[in-house]
């Protein structure tokens, strides 16, 4: 089966720096991505590891582990408009379907 | 391109009625997923067509559901003699069929249904 775990909440300050983490274990493995989520709103595609090693965009970055089934989403200079959920998901199959943890629900504070 | 649409972005249902969403994918995409995501839970696949053919169903989609891609193009979800657990908000997601998960893969803005 197919099972990806990460914090149900977080709370940082403005400015500070983040980590959450995600571990899976899964049948097969394409890749995994992080995704942003306001609520009420669709996910938005924030990163993809399919390697190894430390993915850098902007505040964003992921970590990958694929000998672990560990990942981690670092979010730098925290802004108040961070505050959403943070869903790990990990491709698999042919088809690449994505099977998503439940999110992080991430509360930036002043 | 806009992106992935969907259409309605709301709909409210009375239980036993039967209801239809609409997903236009990005043009280019040859693969669209449905996903059903339920507040406080992350999104759970339920189907995916390439092109015309749906290639694989998950185990969450009861006799109920039903989805089409007739063209290859736009998809809709069905849900016949709806349930109050069928509230959820359904989403689209289109891609690329490539060697790269990532490939393009959106997700729509998605549709919320409420069965009173």
């Known amino acids: 089966g197919q099972n990806i775990d990460q914090p149900t909440e977080m709370t940082a300050t403005e400015g500070a720096i983040v980590q959450i983490n995600c571990t899976y274990q899964t049948s097969g493995f394409n890749g995994l991505f992080w995704y942003q989520q306001h609520a009420g709103e669709a996910p938005t595609f924030l990163s993809y590891n399919v390697l190894d090693g430390l993915e850098e965009k902007g505040r964003f970055s992921s970590f990958l582990s694929r000998s672990k089934g560990y990942s981690y989403l670092l979010l730098k200079e925290l802004q108040m408009k961070d505050s959403a959920s943070y869903l790990c998901?990990?491709?698999?199959?042919?088809?690449?379907?994505?099977?998503f943890g439940t999110g992080t629900q991430l509360k930036v504070e002043l | 391109d806009t992106g992935v649409s969907q259409d309605p972005r709301h709909k409210i249902t009375k239980r036993g009625q039967n209801v239809t969403f609409r997903c236009d994918p990005i043009s280019e995409h040859n693969r669209l997923y449905w996903y059903r995501q339920t507040l406080g839970q992350g999104p759970e696949f339920l189907t995916y067509f390439q092109n015309e053919a749906q290639l694989e169903k998950s185990r969450l989609l009861s006799d109920r559901f039903s989805a089409e891609r007739p063209k290859g193009s736009f998809s809709t979800l069905e849900i016949q003699r709806t349930e109050q657990g069928d509230s959820a908000m359904y989403l689209c997601a289109s891609s690329l069929a490539t060697y790269r998960a990532d490939y393009g893969y959106t997700f729509g803005s998605g549709t919320r249904l409420t069965v009173v």
């Open positions: 998901a990990v491709a698999t199959g042919g088809g690449n379907k994505l099977t």
